[in-house]
Nanobody, 115 residues
Framework: QVQVVESGGGLVQPGGSLRLSCAAS????????MGWYRQAPGKQREWVAI???????NYADSVKGRFTISRDNAKKTVYLQMNSLKPEDTGVYYC?????????WGQGTQVTVSS
């Protein structure tokens, strides 16, 4: 099973931007939909964004208009561009298939939005 490594998180002020990357150990070309998920402190993991092979994207209402998901199958990488960050975006961000389960969960990357 393919493993992933998420990176790009950090501490950012409200209104700032981050670009997350998810590098897979093997091909993701055959995975119809890839997604980003996040887990805030004390909450369950939730989906944030989905990218379907062929172009279709879908976003949680809370991030719509601020986040952009993309995937590069040749580089075996999925990205999440996050703009206009809010404190409620704080959490650990993960990537996996959508629905999840076709890839091993990685360690995630911590995003903290705070002034």
């Amino acid at each position: 099973q393919v493993q992933v490594v998420e990176s790009g998180g950090g501490l950012v002020q409200p209104g700032g931007s981050l670009r997350l990357s998810c590098a897979a150990s093997g091909s993701i070309a055959s995975i119809y939909a890839m997604g980003w998920y996040r887990q805030a402190p004390g909450k369950q993991r939730e989906w944030v964004a989905i990218k379907i092979t062929g172009g279709t994207t879908n976003y949680a209402d809370s991030v719509k208009g601020r986040f952009t998901i993309s995937r590069d199958n040749a580089k075996k990488t999925v990205y999440l561009q996050m703009n206009s960050l809010k404190p409620e975006d704080t959490g650990v961000y993960y990537c996996n298939s959508a629905p999840p389960g076709r890839l091993y969960w990685g360690q995630g990357t911590q995003v903290t939005v705070s002034s």
